[in-house]
C-alpha cells in the first residue's frame, strides 16, 4: 500500500515558486495523464451480464456444501469434492471443455486441542492459539516429561548428551522445522518444543512439510520459551504435551474449462482457488473469487463472446496449503505453452466486509504486469472509485507460480487480516483499525461475511479485465 508524506518549503519564496511552477504544469499537456477512456460496449455488455445476484447464488452454494461436509471446503475433503463438482458441472453446461486436474498432497488435521502444560515447579497450562501452536504434520502423543534444551536442534551433535524420553526445547533458525524435530525423534525425545526468540509473546505457525514426525511438536513464542529454558537449566522443568493429529498422503484437484475459439499463441489464464481452509467454510476466501471467476465463465459463452484469444478458467485446490494446485499445473507445462501466456488474472478475496479496491502491484513481478495494473487502475479511474496498489498477497496467492515462470500477472483483492487505514476509510468507507476481514480463516467465513457492494464493483473490474484480454490484438 501507497504512503505520503508531506514536506512544507522552509521560506514563503521556495514556496510561491512551487505553487507557480505547480500552476504551469498544470496548464500544460506534458506529464499530464489524461483521463482513462470509457470501457467499451463489449465491457458494458458483459458487466451488465456477470450479475452480483448470480455470483452470490454460487456463493449461497458453497455455503451449503460447507454445511453439509464438516463447516468446510478444504482440499482432499468430500466438501472440496463437492466445490468442484458443483464448478466442473456448471463449466460444463456452458459449453466448456472441462479438464480435471487430480494431484497428491499431504493431508494434515488435528482431532482434538492440543495441551501445553507446566507440570513442575508448579502449575499452569498454556493457552492454545496464544501461548502455542502445534506445527502442522505434528505426530500425535501425550506425554508428561522433563524439559531439555537441545540448541537449533540442526546437527546430530547438539543431541550429544539428550536424556531419551525427555521433551525437547529448540531454538528456530538455521534449519527447517522438519529437520529439527526429526533429529529430535532420533535421538529419542518424546515431544518436541520449538520457540522463536524473536517472536514476542505470541505463538507463531510453521509446518514439517509432510508427514514422517511421530512424536508431537510445538511452537511457543520467545516469552514461554525462554521462561522453560530457565526451568530447564536450573533442572527443574517438566511439561506435559498432547497432540492428536492425523496426517497422510491424499488427492485433490484442479478444474480447468477452456474456450472453444482464440488464438492458443496468446492464451489467457483466469484463476482463482476453490478451497478453503479446515476452520470454515471459506466464503469471502475465496468463493467470492472463484464464484465471480465462474459467473465471468458461463456469461461470456451464453453472451455468445468469441475471443481473440484463448481464455482458459482455472479452479486451484490446496492453495490454503501452499498454492499446491497452481505449482502443480504451471510445473507441468512445456516452456512453449508458458511463452504463449500473453497474462495471468487472479481474484482472490473479492468481498470484504470492510475492505477497499485493491489491485496487485507489479513490483518484482515480470515484465508486461504493470500493463494489467493499468487495465484495472484506469478502469476504477473511469467508474469515478478509488483504486491503490497494494504487494500484500506477493508470494500468498495463485499467481506467484506464473510470476515465477515469468508470466505477465495481475488482479484484484479487497483485503485479509490487514487492518484499515485512515486514509483507506476515507477511499472505500469502513472501520479504521478494524481488519479488513474479521473473519479471515475462521467459522464464521460464511455467507453473511460479504459485502455486496465490494463484490458488485470488483466483479465488475475483474469482467472488464478478462474481455480486455481476452480481446486483445
Not at 115 to 131: M, N, Q, W
Request: glycine share 12%.
Amino acid at each position: 500500500m501507497s504512503r505520503f508524506a508531506l514536506f512544507a518549503g522552509p521560506a514563503l519564496a521556495l514556496g510561491l515558486l512551487a505553487a507557480v511552477l505547480a500552476t504551469l504544469a498544470a496548464s500544460s499537456s506534458c506529464g499530464v495523464r489524461e483521463a482513462p477512456p470509457a470501457p467499451p460496449d463489449g465491457s458494458a455488455r458483459l458487466r451488465e451480464a456477470v450479475t452480483t445476484e448470480g455470483i452470490l447464488e454460487h456463493t449461497r452454494r458453497f455455503g451449503e456444501i460447507a454445511e453439509q461436509n464438516g463447516g468446510n471446503r478444504a482440499a482432499g475433503t468430500p466438501g472440496y469434492d463437492a466445490s468442484a463438482e458443483y464448478v466442473a458441472d456448471r463449466l460444463r453446461e456452458a459449453g466448456y471443455d472441462v479438464t480435471i486436474q487430480p494431484f497428491e498432497f499431504p493431508y494434515f488435521e488435528e482431532i482434538s486441542p492440543p495441551k501445553l502444560e507446566l507440570a513442575a515447579p508448579g502449575r499452569r497450562v498454556f493457552d492454545a492459539g496464544d501461548d502455542f501452536r502445534t506445527l502442522e504434520y505434528s505426530g500425535s502423543g501425550d506425554v508428561t516429561a522433563p524439559v531439555r534444551p537441545a540448541g537449533l536442534g540442526c546437527e546430530t551433535g547438539d543431541f550429544a548428551s539428550f536424556e531419551r524420553g525427555s521433551v525437547a526445547l529448540l531454538r528456530r533458525g538455521t534449519c527447517t522445522f522438519e529437520q529439527k524435530a526429526g533429529n529430535a525423534q532420533r535421538a529419542g525425545a518424546s515431544a518436541v518444543i520449538v520457540f522463536d526468540p524473536s517472536s514476542g509473546e505470541g505463538s507463531f505457525s510453521g509446518s514439517l512439510r509432510g508427514p514422517g514426525i511421530e512424536i508431537p511438536a510445538l511452537s511457543v513464542g520467545s516469552t514461554v520459551g525462554e521462561e522453560l529454558g530457565r526451568l530447564a537449566e536450573a533442572g527443574d522443568a517438566t511439561v506435559h504435551v498432547a497432540t492428536s493429529t492425523h496426517s497422510e498422503n491424499r488427492e485433490t484437484a484442479n478444474v480447468i474449462a477452456e474456450s472453444e475459439s482464440g488464438r492458443e499463441g496468446e492464451t489467457v489464464v483466469v484463476g482463482a482457488h476453490l478451497d478453503s481452509v479446515p476452520e470454515g467454510p471459506g466464503i469471502n476466501d475465496n468463493a467470492s473469487g472463484s464464484s465471480t471467476v465462474l459467473e465471468i465463465a458461463q456469461e461470456m459463452s451464453e453472451s455468445g463472446v468469441e475471443p481473440r484469444n484463448r481464455v482458459c478458467f482455472a479452479f486451484w485446490g490446496a492453495e490454503e496449503l501452499g498454492l499446491l494446485g497452481s505449482k502443480h499445473y504451471v510445473e507441468g507445462l512445456p516452456e512453449r505453452e508458458v511463452e504463449e501466456m500473453s497474462a495471468y488474472l487472479n481474484f482472490d478475496m473479492l468481498g470484504s466486509p470492510n475492505g477497499g479496491r485493491f489491485v496487485y502491484n507489479d513490483s518484482g513481478n515480470p515484465r508486461g504486469s504493470e500493463k494489467i495494473e493499468e487495465v484495472f487502475t484506469d478502469y476504477f479511474e473511469s467508474q469515478d472509485l478509488e483504486s491503490e496498489a497494494d504487494d500484500t498477497l506477493v508470494g500468498r496467492s495463485d499467481h506467484g507460480p506464473f510470476a515465477e515462470r515469468g508470466v505477465p500477472v495481475g488482479g484484484l483483492f479487497s483485503g485479509a487480516e490487514g487492518t484499515k487505514t485512515a486514509r483507506e476509510a476515507e477511499d472505500y468507507g469502513g472501520e479504521i483499525g478494524a481488519p479488513h476481514d474479521p473473519c479471515y480463516h475462521s467459522s464464521c467465513d460464511g455467507p453473511k461475511n460479504l459485502d455486496v457492494r465490494s463484490l458488485d464493483e470488483m466483479s465488475d473490474a475483474a469482467a472488464h479485465a478478462v474481455l480486455h484480454f481476452a480481446q486483445a490484438r
